[in-house]
């Protein structure tokens, strides 16, 4: 297996180029999607009754900075999907930390406002820390892929 660094010197300029604009375009379209549904970014098209915790923008940065170095990595070459679902699944799970509890039609369905406030808003950093975690796993799931695959394979002696 190869190290980080001699794995970046195989790529071209041209593949670099394409992950860095990935992986920023892929960041700030988590923060906008997120954030603006959610109204920790405040807008006009959503309300929130809940207001916004110190919390609430750690997860929203952090899952948006590890979704834009996951999706970054499929620009360097290889199509494998590894890290895809686990990645989708902390998006989720990050949109569920930072929403507010007494707006979330799922949860208020599933919950009533009595319970969206008192079991609902108590789990939201559990999920939140829980979602940094899958994202952490899905981009070091991502990286050991491609630093695997990075390597020649031996190709099979002819005897």
Known sequence: ???????????????????????????FLTMALIGITTDVISNPWFERKVPVETFDWVVLVAISLLTGAL??????????????RIGAGSGV???????CPLCNKVVLVLLGTSGATSVFEPLQPVLGALAVALA???????????LRASCPVPAPSPT
Request: aromatic letters at 8%; a positive charge; one cysteine or more.
């Open 71 to 84: 999706a970054g990595t499929y620009f360097l070459g290889q199509g494998s999907l590894v890290g895809t």
């Open 93 to 99: 799970l990050g949109w569920f930390a930072v929403s």
């Open 136 to 146: 952490f796993v899905a981009l070091g799931l991502r990286i050991r892929m491609l």
């Open 1 to 27: 297996m190869l190290g980080v660094r001699d794995a970046i010197g195989l790529l071209s300029t041209r593949q670099i180029v394409c992950a860095v604009a990935a992986a920023l375009g892929a960041c």
